[in-house]
Structure formats: structure tokens, C-alpha cells
């Protein structure tokens, strides 16, 4: 692999990122510094994880990123829920990004458990 560019979960958790940041344009303005900071750190740590990852030496260091990216998958689910509840989130959109962490989240787990395999760890 070339470049992390290249792998389906930062491309698909890329995009996701780039729907949070547009979705939370809707939001409040007095959330700008409260659940919109909170869903674009987490989400944008998600990419960024897997990113910085591949550029590790040993495959044990690339999994600790990848274990940090699957922690960051569950922060943003949680503030999707509560944005949901707050009324910021229609139950579609809460829906339709929701589904794409879980895509995500398989597709990382999957990678976690290749790269376990081919070090046997």
C-alpha cells in the first residue's frame, strides 16, 4: 500500500468526516464550541489515526493507532446520538452517518484482525 490514501476505511471515514462537518453547520451557534467541536475532533481523529498509523515502524505500534481510531468511533457515535436527541440530527441523517461508523468500524476491525494475523499476535 502506497499511501493510507489508498485504504477503504480512511476513504470511507474521510467522507464521514467531511458529512459531520457539513451537517453540524446546522447546529445551534451556541454549540459551536460545545457538541460541534466534540463530533469534528472525534471524527477528524478517526482518519487521522489510521493516517498516522501506517507511517509507524512495527505493526504492534499501527494497531495501537487503530485501537485509538475503533475509541474514536465510539466517542463520535455517542455525540451522534446526543445531537440526535437535542434535536439537531433528523432521525435520517442520524441514521444514514450512524450506518457509516458501523461500516467503518467493521472494516477496521477487519484490518486489526489481518494485520494480528500476519504478525501472530
Not at 474521510?14 to 451556541?30: G, R, S
Not at 460541534?36 to 515502524?57: M, T, V, Y
Not at 446526543?82 to 477487519?110: C, F, P, S
Request: charged residues 30%.
Amino acid at each position: 500500500m502506497d499511501s493510507f490514501k489508498d485504504l477503504k476505511v480512511w476513504q470511507e471515514a474521510h467522507y464521514l468526516v467531511v458529512q459531520i462537518y457539513k451537517i453540524t453547520k446546522k447546529f445551534p451557534d451556541e454549540e459551536k464550541f460545545r457538541l460541534i467541536d466534540q463530533l469534528c475532533r472525534s471524527s477528524s481523529s478517526i482518519p487521522a489515526n489510521i493516517a498516522e498509523g501506517q507511517s509507524r515502524k512495527t505493526t504492534k505500534e499501527y494497531l495501537q493507532y487503530h485501537y485509538t481510531a475503533r475509541g474514536s468511533i465510539a466517542d463520535t457515535k455517542y455525540h451522534l446520538i446526543l445531537a440526535k436527541d437535542l434535536g439537531y440530527l433528523t432521525d435520517d441523517d442520524y441514521t444514514r452517518i450512524d450506518e457509516g461508523y458501523n461500516r467503518v468500524g467493521k472494516m477496521l476491525n477487519a484490518l486489526i484482525n489481518s494485520l494480528k494475523k500476519m504478525d501472530n499476535l
